[in-house]
């Protein structure tokens, strides 16, 4: 028995605008959970795995967050965008994709703030090239 795809659902997404959406809706995860873990910093032990806990939060971050930019459709973007897409999907899902291997190329809070201000920006500019006037938000 042949098992066919059905391409009216994804565990993940595929789109566009979704899918840099749902990449978004993780960001508070990662600054909740870091949040918590600088509770127990006060705790020697803890205090001496901080730095570490960050490379590893931020991998582990982007493992669960860069699934949806696997169904991100870079080509059907306006043409002026579709290079930046993909620079900020491959890098995403290369931080994701790595987790606990390479600790060189291992992201950090530095890349998890580009990714999360990168995909805002790729929303508003979608929003310019589709006619909306769209204005920057005081509080994001």
């Known amino acids: 028995m042949k098992i066919q795809a059905d391409e009216t659902r994804s565990e993940f997404g595929k789109g566009l605008a979704y899918c840099l959406g749902l990449f978004l809706a993780h960001a508070d995860r990662f600054r909740s959970e870091k949040q918590t873990y600088?509770?127990?910093?006060?705790?020697?032990?803890?205090k001496e795995l901080h730095a570490t806990y960050s490379m590893i939060e931020a991998e582990r971050w982007?493992?669960?967050a860069s699934v949806h930019l696997n169904g991100l459709q870079v080509t059907v973007a306006p043409k002026v965008l579709r290079k930046r897409l993909a620079t900020f999907r491959d890098k995403c899902v290369s931080w994701g994709s790595g987790f606990g291997?390479?600790?060189k190329s291992a992201p950090t809070k530095k890349d998890f703030e580009w990714t999360i201000r990168e995909a805002k920006?790729?929303?508003?500019?979608?929003?310019?090239l589709s006619g909306v006037k769209p204005i920057k938000a005081t509080f994001e």
Do not use: Q
């Open 38 to 46: 600088k509770h127990l910093d006060r705790a020697a032990v803890a």
């Open 62 to 64: 982007f493992s669960g």
């Open 101 to 103: 291997l390479n600790k």
């Open 121 to 128: 920006d790729l929303l508003f500019e979608l929003d310019k």
